[in-house]
């Protein structure tokens, strides 16, 4: 159960993404509880049945065990801090870039605007760029007035992106998801090293003299 929760999501894997690391250590510290379940299981088991030496062999399996994934759990503490890093840094650069888009095809629209000297040549011009084409109305008003409508509307347009300079970053779910992950990984560490913990063996008893 543990496997299918949390690894199989996340298949195929992608190192070098910022933003899977992220699912990584989210899916594995959220998902970590079944896997400490199943341990605690077997211990209560073998605690119950202490003459059978399957439940033994395998109590002292996962006491093994528990050491190394103990380990990998305290590995997530500096694996989310580089993958929040890295996946802050990536979509800053995203956010940048369509700005950078945007105020580029906005020039263009105002280039287009201001060098068309009659309705049908702006209308040619905008076809050029891609852009939306003018509308019946667009067109039968006056080439001043229309050029002055245009141009209101890419200034508000320019405006609107002044305004949201910068990256918009959802630095609240990054900021969740680590606050989970640094509170989840050292309590199943914790949970794993007490499972790794060699148990007490049970006082011997003197033998009984005839």
């Known amino acids: 159960m543990f496997v299918l929760a949390a690894a199989l999501p996340l298949l195929p894997a992608k190192l070098a993404d910022p933003f899977w690391l992220l699912a990584f250590t989210g899916a594995f510290c959220t998902n970590g509880f079944l896997a400490l379940l199943a341990v605690l299981l077997l211990h209560v088991a073998a605690a119950l049945e202490p003459q059978s030496v399957w439940h033994q062999a395998r109590r002292l399996l996962v006491r093994r065990c528990s050491r190394l994934v103990m380990v990998g759990f305290l590995l ?21 870039r369509a700005g ?4 580029a095809r906005l020039a263009q629209f105002r280039q287009a605007v201001e060098r068309s000297a009659t309705n049908a040549e702006l209308q040619n011009q905008l076809a050029a760029i891609q852009a939306p084409p003018l509308s019946a109305a667009d067109q039968r008003q006056g080439l001043s007035a229309l050029k002055a409508d245009l141009l209101s509307q890419i200034k508000a347009q320019e405006t609107i992106l002044l305004k949201q300079a910068g990256p918009q970053v959802p630095t609240d779910v990054l900021i969740k998801d680590s606050l989970r992950v640094l509170l989840l990984a050292p309590l199943l560490a914790m949970s794993f090293a ?14 009984v003299l005839p």
């Open 76 to 96: 997530l503490l500096p694996l989310q801090g580089f993958a929040a890093w890295r996946g802050l840094d990536a979509a800053q650069s995203l956010a940048y």
């Open 194 to 207: 007490v499972s790794a913990r060699r148990s007490t063996p049970p006082p011997l008893q003197a033998p």
């Open 100 to 103: 950078r888009v945007q105020q």
